[in-house]
């Protein structure tokens, strides 16, 4: 049957998700809104590293 080809599964924590009962945020389906804060804090902290590192090899600007 095709249709468990299109499960959801928490990134936070691997479950399954429904889609329709899912939190879908930051275009991803997670389980609960605490792991949906979780995966928020997640991508700040990736972010700001990018950011120290200037977000382009540490040279700054789009061409270097």
Known sequence: MVLGLF???CPVCGQD???GKAVKRFGEYLCSEEH???Y???LTK???K???R???GGR???CG
Do not use: I, P, Q
């Open 46 to 48: 990736e972010e700001s």
């Open 36 to 38: 949906a804060e979780e």
């Open 50 to 52: 990018d950011a120290g």
């Open 17 to 19: 998700v429904e889609k």
């Open 54 to 56: 200037g977000g382009r």
């Open 7 to 9: 499960k959801k599964h």
């Open 60 to 62: 700054g600007g789009c």
């Open 40 to 42: 928020h804090k997640k």
